[in-house]
């Protein structure tokens, strides 16, 4: 897997490319951890370019949206191809991560909506 972070003013994009499973799944929550580390707590996690994705890669998400909460930031997903919309829809995750069609929209989410209280159990 790739992972490129751009900055546009106060949310940052984590672009992946390729595989996100047991092997890319530690670079993805290290790079988000170093995000937060920063301060950074607005996030997007583009996934137009991820060709796979499994059990250990949704994890990992999951595991990422844990970790900006407790942060108290927000993280949104963006560009899911309709295979990983399927995998969304029947583990029912649509319901748990925000999703947006494009960067710009996930973007402006930012904007339009202010960050909910979040309240996450240990």
């Known amino acids: 897997m790739e992972l490129r972070v751009e900055t546009h003013q106060s949310v940052d994009v984590l672009r992946l490319s390729g595989r996100l499973d047991l092997v890319s ?3 993805l929550k290290d790079a988000l951890r170093q995000r937060l580390a920063d301060r950074r707590l607005q996030l997007v996690i583009d996934l137009d370019k991820v060709h796979f994705i499994n059990s250990s890669g949704l994890g990992a998400l999951i595991s990422c949206l844990r970790d900006v909460r407790l942060a108290k ?6 560009r899911l191809a309709p295979y990983m919309e399927e995998i ?12 947006h069609a494009s960067i710009a929209d996930a973007i402006a989410a930012f904007a ?6 979040i309240t996450v159990r240990s």
């Open 88 to 99: 969304f829809a029947i583990t029912t995750l649509n319901r748990v991560f925000e999703c």
């Open 25 to 27: 799944a530690s670079a």
């Open 112 to 117: 339009q909506s202010p960050q909910e209280a």
């Open 73 to 78: 930031g927000r993280l949104v997903l963006c």
